[in-house]
């Protein structure tokens, strides 16, 4: 049991503490007058992403590499067949708004390059030197393209933070406290969790990462998913799915493997590496094609996801 409220404590812990650490970064520099676009594409993008980043360096550092590797690809997959489907139950998802083609292409490029640089068993500094490379051309473009729709970026700030700048200085800061030292906290209860259940269960860290932990990590997105198909703007899920496998893949691994190199659990390399291809691929037909992601298809992404979870938590493998 204790082990269960390990695990659940800290997936609650990472949740708030890296919003908390978001919201008190956005307070902090627009008190210092940084514009609305950069924080968009600096803080709010990195720190939506600090509970994956967290959970992989504290498991690398643990030595727990199939943990570390498995949060992110389970992470990837959950957001295209959860985070994409389930709001789509509700609603069906817009998958059309400005640059969502050319991400899109992005991410399945950088997916299958990812699969690419793994393949060999280790995922290297030189490896992490290529993914933090492409994750500053990455940035570099959606810069540019925001300073095209610079109203629609500072818009969607707005509505995401509202006047989180003029709250007091002591709340920014204890937003920033609390977020600094939660995070590691919860990734500590959340590792120790994960690692025990598995062992519990007889089943590897890498599916334990691959699954509940990559759900945990992900609730964020999903909540936020939802919430916008009730409200009708559901187009903003498409974006914030694309863009968060990107930086799972190139800011994440990237950062942990260039502290330490990761070997690549022949588990996750096969199959759940290419499963993560295969449901990246799968979205360019709803992004050029039919621009919506329906209530049907949800069901079918919905029910995929809990087949996947199922086998991946079985002891003898996928099959």
Not at 88 to 112: D, E, K
Request: proline share 5%; net charge neutral; aromatic share 8%.
């Amino acid at each position: 049991m204790i082990t269960y409220l390990a695990l659940l404590a800290g997936l609650i812990i990472l949740v708030f503490a890296g919003d908390l650490l978001v919201r008190g970064a956005v307070g902090v520099a627009e008190r210092l007058g940084i514009p609305a676009l950069i924080i968009g594409l600096t803080i709010v993008a990195f720190g939506t992403s600090a509970p994956e980043l967290v959970i992989s360096m504290k498991a690398a550092a643990s030595g727990a590499p199939g943990l570390a590797i498995g949060n992110v690809v389970g992470s990837n997959i959950a957001n295209i067949l959860l985070v994409l489907g389930a709001p789509s139950l509700i609603f069906a998802t817009a998958c059309s708004g400005p640059g969502t083609r050319r991400n899109a292409l992005f991410m399945v490029t950088i997916t299958l390059g990812f699969v690419a640089l793994a393949s060999d068993g280790m995922l290297s500094r030189l490896d992490a030197v290529v993914m933090l490379s492409l994750l500053g051309v990455f940035l570099y473009d959606n810069y540019r393209s925001a300073r095209r729709h610079r109203k629609q970026a500072q818009d969607a700030l707005q509505d995401e933070f509202g006047d989180i700048g003029t709250k007091p200085a002591w709340m920014l800061s204890g937003f920033l406290l609390v977020g600094l030292i939660g995070l590691p906290i919860g990734a500590s209860f959340t590792i120790f969790g994960a690692t025990e259940i598995a062992r519990n269960w007889g089943v590897s860290e890498t599916s334990i990462g691959l699954t509940v932990v990559a759900i945990g990590t992900s609730l964020p997105e999903l909540v936020a998913a939802v919430m916008a198909a009730f409200h009708r703007q559901s187009a903003v899920a498409i974006g914030n799915v694309i863009g968060s496998n990107i930086f799972n893949l190139l800011a994440i691994m990237g950062t942990t493997a260039a502290v330490f190199p990761l070997p690549v659990p022949g588990d996750v390399f096969v199959p759940d590496m290419w499963i993560m291809v295969l449901t990246s691929m799968c979205l360019l037909p709803f992004i050029f094609l039919s621009k919506s992601i329906t209530r049907p298809v949800g069901v079918i992404m919905v029910l995929l996801y809990v087949a996947y979870v199922i086998s991946a938590l079985h002891p003898h493998g996928f099959l």
